[in-house]
């Protein structure tokens, strides 16, 4: 039998698995559907909104209005520039912190774990408003240690110094996972061949963790191509193409010029993502064949092991004080002026900003446990079950987490707000917003999880007649618990912390937290600012305590493998 022919027997054979289970069918198309709707037809309308003229016909305008003009062509620079540099400083921070937790025996570990995954919790422009406390004209550090009441923190360097912090957790949580992959016996073995630990590190290690560095790097490159609230809250003058899409679409109203410099900042996104997916995916560096007898701490040098620890805990320190002077900066009643304690900033924000608190905690609470239990059905259906499409599937749940959340914002705008989907200003645009930007959280955990199990367990109830519904429910779920509370724990603080595509959904009636706390950035309330971050992070920080008491994680990531 040649290669067509058997290939079309197992279609035929997947078809004929479906059919035998209606609800295997049903779940598979309703998926799809899903998934087409929320996630590709948004894209589709704003790809071809970016090509329409004012009067309905196709045109190239838009783009060439972009690439004629010295203010986009800088912006695209300057957002290539800082992702060039922000994914390099998060890279080797991230792996300064994967190497001395994973790799060493230095005191404080598990603290050094935990801060390094402290501003995964924070407003995603919370550091820019500490670099404005601690930094800017009336900074805390420059003009009242320095005495420099003139210094410019906007710009390049404000935005590198907030971006750097704000992701390099993303590239130590890949890193970390790489480097305890490595088999120490390896290094082990280099070094009883008479190899130093420099040069074992620089012949065995780095050149086997070479891939998960260049996928972290270009993770981190995405993080900063797509942010959005720090470059508009210290990005001066120094233009990026996230804040100029906003701007067109919402300040210029000029819908297809916006729509397409969302497309231009989508493209690189997609091809990063599928890169980095790629190289993740590979197994030609892997090293394991069997587990190894050590712990995956080598006999480092201890000058070496010093250097490292110094380093991580300047870093921790500089993430505390960052953390420090927001809560400081909430009591202060006029930072760089008045320096007198107030609680009149916290009354100020119950004032204005409990309900939106509440609404906020609403709509994370709707959204999380919908999108992991969504997340582990598809991961679910791709490791476990064959069906025509299981790749596509898999590739469009993935999809959302390389889709800049400026350009969904922009496409569910488009997309809804004509029947039959009329959900602009609704609540439910909002929850469904969070269901499909963070449903890669809940499929990455799901598939982590279902690798770890073996197919034996649910091919033993198959056998006894059971439907995949019912061992999904009954086997499956409750072997994967532990994962899908964690997943949903980081879809929570994902919700709770949206800014990009959030900010185009919001409405009088429905706002969002961190919506909240940029537009009294923007006007300089930065007390009230200050004191809304620190409710925020009381309240995400709860969350995550109760859950783990809940559900006994206790020492499980409760923040999960990065996505993508």
């Known amino acids: 039998m040649n290669a067509a022919a058997l290939s079309f027997r197992n279609v035929r054979n997947d078809i004929r698995q479906l059919t035998n289970e209606p609800m295997l069918l049903g779940a598979v198309i309703t998926i799809f559907v899903l998934l087409l709707v929320f996630i590709v037809y948004p894209i589709l309308v704003m790809t071809k909104l970016s090509f329409t003229s004012s009067d309905g016909h196709w045109t190239l305008d838009a783009y060439r209005f972009i690439f004629t003009h010295a203010r986009f062509r800088t912006s695209i620079l300057n957002s290539m520039i800082l992702g060039a540099i922000v994914a390099t400083l998060s890279t080797i921070i991230g792996f300064l912190f994967a190497y001395i937790v994973t790799r060493t025996r230095v005191p404080g570990q598990k603290i050094l774990n935990q801060l390094a995954l402290l501003p995964m919790i924070s407003p995603p422009f919370m550091f820019a408003l500490s670099v404005i406390l601690l930094f800017g004209r009336n900074g805390l550090i420059t003009a009242g240690l320095l005495g420099i009441d003139r210094y410019n923190i906007y710009g390049l360097k404000g935005l590198t110094i907030v971006q750097t912090i704000n992701l390099f957790p993303v590239a130590y949580l890949t890193l970390s996972g790489i480097l305890q992959g490595i088999d120490p016996d390896l290094e082990t073995c280099a070094m009883n061949l008479g190899a130093k630990p420099l040069k074992t590190f620089l012949t065995v290690t780095l050149p086997l963790a070479l891939p998960g560095i260049l996928a972290s790097w270009m993770l981190v490159f995405v993080g900063s191509l797509t942010d959005f609230g720090n470059p508009m809250v210290v990005g001066g003058e120094f233009d ?159 999809l959302s987490y390389a889709i800049p959340g400026t350009a969904i914002g922009i496409g569910y705008i488009l997309a809804f707000n004509k029947p039959p989907l009329l959900l602009s200003g609704t609540a439910l645009i909002l929850v469904i917003n ?101 409710i925020l992070i009381i309240v995400i920080t709860l969350f995550n305590l109760v859950l783990k008491k809940a559900t006994g994680l206790g020492k499980a990531r409760i923040f999960g493998e990065p996505v993508g």
């Open 240 to 398: 990026v193409l996230s804040v100029q899409a906003y701007l067109e679409f919402t300040g210029m109203a000029n819908l297809p010029r916006g729509s397409a410099l969302a497309i231009l900042l989508l493209i690189p996104t997609s091809l990063i993502f599928l890169l980095q997916k790629f190289l993740l995916g590979k197994k030609s560096y892997a090293t394991i064949t069997g587990k190894s007898s050590r712990r995956a701490a080598l006999n480092t040098h201890p000058v070496a092991d010093t250097i490292l620890l110094i380093l991580c805990a300047l870093v921790s320190l500089f993430i505390l004080m960052f953390y420090g002077v927001i809560l400081v900066g909430s009591f202060i009643k006029l930072w760089g002026l008045d320096y007198s304690l107030t609680l009149q900033h916290f009354k100020y924000s119950f004032d204005v900003g409990m309900e939106t608190l509440y609404k906020t905690l609403l709509l994370a609470a709707i959204a999380t446990p919908i999108t992991s239990l969504l997340g582990m059905v598809i991961a679910f259906l791709v490791v476990r079950k064959r069906f025509p499409g299981k790749h596509l599937l898999e590739f469009l749940s993935l």
């Open 434 to 534: 969070h269901i499909f930007r963070n449903i890669p959280i809940g499929v990455e955990a799901g598939i982590a999880a279902l690798k770890q199990i073996s197919k034996d367990i649910e091919e033993s109830s198959t056998n006894l007649g059971a439907t995949s519904a019912y061992t999904f429910k009954k086997i499956t779920l409750p072997l994967i618990t532990p994962s899908f509370f964690a997943g949903a724990a980081y879809s929570f603080v994902r919700c709770m912390t949206a800014i990009s595509a959030i900010v185009f959904l919001v409405s009088a009636r429905w706002n969002h937290i961190t919506v909240l706390i940029l537009a009294q950035t923007e006007i300089m309330r930065l007390g009230a600012a200050s004191a809304l971050s620190v």
